[in-house]
């Protein structure tokens, strides 16, 4: 069926960059021969996900919605993949995203863009506009993401869907192309929060192949959501994202959950995050500089293109000749920003900076969970916008991912839960809450609780 349905609807939607129809048939009927040999399968065995292209596939195309990776077939799967394989999930296939999942709107992919379902005039979010988009589209159920400054929870906003970025460390980025290391975290996209949380919990967990990867067990995320009750619970709704920027019909939403919030039982305080609002400057020069240091391996050597010069060349001509091709403006953009942040001469000014400015916001979360279980805000200032509307300018479509670059600057988790519709264009709007660092089962509970 839901072959059937990207079928229908993929062609005006693009979420997808690689649809996996017979390996999903075949996987499907493996999941009933396991059944049937009596095999205890997790619950949501048998049903379909799709997985944004960032991730590497076993003998599945992998590009990160990059030429550079063009034909390229990885030998082996991430970890997020080895997991729902195993626990009975059906692979669909690859979604779109924004080159190396560098954007807000998906429109940076070398494969063009993703259409919104809910306005095929507007962007589904980014960099994982594809997942969110097939989830909204009826074209798959689950999906996962990869959340570097929001591309997982900012795309769920302006599709209507939930999205999640766990605690740095609480999802193996064993087999995530990487964009920032630092700040990068695999994440589910999904329709409700209760398949969020199921899905998390097979995710996520210890993985020795990534050294970053939290040690130890975690609770299970869909009880949280089964028992989820906000009485007594302390909310801080983040001042500095309450306001000034933001459009009308997204605070009206926003105020509207906290309040139904309020009327079960749950005690809404306001709090300031003084630094939050040097998140955006910081997270743009962390950014392209480790950015521009994992990129570093597409060299045509190792992966997918390569580009021979006319006439031949040495191999510095190769590289650049395919490093020209291969990649989009963006990314040559955020080549060349970090390089620079990141050049001997100018390191202390601007990486060394971004750095402190890094560590003022997490004493602003730190200050803040000192008083309050978690943080709300509004996920993005505005409902989705209109393709090509901040393509030609970088620090619009930066300025975009102020309410959610925080957390990944903090390494604590969030999740985008949809508010309604936003009165004056009909398009949904997401409310996101933040947490402590290895509190991901609290943010499940209060999603759930909006359910
Ligand atoms: N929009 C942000 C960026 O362009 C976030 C991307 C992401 O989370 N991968 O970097």
Do not use: C
Not at 375 to 391: D, I, N, Q, V
Request: hydrophobic share 40%.
């Amino acid at each position: 069926a839901h072959l059937d349905r990207i079928d229908a609807v993929d062609g005006a939607v693009h979420a997808f960059l690689h649809v996996a129809g017979e390996h999903a048939l075949e996987t499907a009927a493996d999941v009933d021969r396991r059944r049937a040999a009596g095999e205890s399968l997790h619950e949501l065995a048998g049903v379909p996900i799709a997985i944004k292209d960032v991730l590497v596939t076993k003998g599945m195309p992998s590009t990160a919605g990059s030429r550079i990776l063009e034909g390229w077939l990885p030998p082996y799967d991430a970890t997020p993949v080895t997991r729902i394989r195993e626990a009975g999930l059906i692979p669909l296939g690859k979604t779109n995203m924004d080159e190396f999942a560098m954007g807000s709107s998906t429109e940076h992919s070398a494969y063009g863009p993703t259409h919104n379902p809910w306005d095929l005039d507007r962007i589904p979010g980014g960099s994982g506009g594809g997942s969110a988009a097939a989830v909204a589209a009826f074209e798959a159920p689950l999906a996962l993401g990869s959340d570097t400054g929001g591309s997982i929870r900012q795309p769920a906003h302006v599709t209507g869907t939930v999205g999640v970025k766990p605690t740095y460390g609480a999802v193996s980025r064993y087999g995530s192309i990487a964009l920032a290391s630092s700040l990068d975290q695999i994440g589910p996209v999904t329709r409700t929060v209760l398949d969020a949380a199921l899905l998390h919990d097979i995710i996520g967990g210890h993985d020795p192949k990534d050294s970053t990867s939290i040690p130890g067990t975690w609770p299970s995320m869909a009880d949280a959501v089964r028992r989820a009750d906000v009485a007594g619970l302390r909310i801080g709704v983040i001042r500095e994202l309450d306001g000034e920027g933001f459009q009308a019909g997204v605070l009206a939403r926003f105020h509207e959950a906290l309040a139904l919030l309020e009327k079960n039982g749950a005690e809404i305080v306001e709090v300031s995050a003084p630094h939050f609002e040097y998140a955006v400057a910081a997270y743009y020069l962390i950014m392209p500089a480790e950015a521009s240091s994992n990129l570093a391996k597409f060299d045509s050597v190792r992966f997918g293109l390569r580009v021979n010069p006319e006439g031949g060349g040495t191999v510095e001509q190769v590289m650049a000749a395919t490093r020209e091709a291969g990649f989009g403006p963006e990314t040559k953009r955020r080549i060349i920003l970090g390089t620079y942040a990141l050049s001997a001469g100018y390191y202390d000014a601007y990486y060394g900076s971004a750095q402190k400015v890094r560590t003022l916001v997490q004493r602003d979360f730190d200050a803040a969970f000192a008083g309050v279980d978690v943080l709300a805000s509004p996920t993005a200032p505005t409902t989705a916008f209109r393709l090509g509307e901040k393509l030609d300018d970088p620090l619009a479509m930066y300025l975009n991912d102020i309410a959610t670059i925080p957390a990944n600057l903090a390494g604590v988790p969030g999740i985008s839960v949809p508010a309604g519709l936003a009165d004056e264009d009909g398009l949904p709007v997401g409310i996101q809450f933040l947490a402590p660092a290895r509190e991901d089962a609290r943010l499940y509970g209060v999603g759930g609780a909006l359910e």
